[in-house]
Nanobody
């Protein structure tokens, strides 16, 4: 069973930084895209950043220049470095991994359980 376990959330003051990490465990054959989404109270879930297996990145306009997504393919881990945090960045952050459990299986998007990020003074 594939599981995604996130860590690194917490409380930070405006202007501060946090680094989120997400490790994929279980029997997975390959991982394509990995990424981060977030959901703030009363708002729809939105893409924050994603990173292809080839290194192509895509960021939400609201985080460009402040957040950096990276991955460690050897350890099936994805990170999100969040700098210059703003109160509007507060949300539950979810990591994703698009993977296959066998060479012939369908590509499935797996989700983490979410980690809370609070930005407040």
């Amino acid at each position: 069973q594939v599981q995604l376990v996130e860590s690194g959330g917490g409380l930070v003051q405006p202007g501060g930084s946090l680094r989120l990490s997400c490790a994929v465990s279980g029997s997975i054959f390959s991982i394509n895209e990995m990424g981060w989404y977030r959901r703030a109270p009363g708002k729809a879930r939105e893409l924050v950043a994603r990173l292809s297996s080839g290194g192509d990145t895509n960021y939400a306009d609201s985080v460009k220049g402040r957040f950096i997504v990276s991955r460690d393919n050897a350890n099936n881990t994805v990170h999100l470095q969040m700098n210059s945090l703003k109160p509007e960045d507060a949300a539950v952050y979810y990591c994703t991994a698009d993977g296959k459990v066998t060479p012939r299986s369908s590509l499935v998007r797996y989700w983490g359980q979410g980690t809370q990020v609070t930005v407040s003074s």
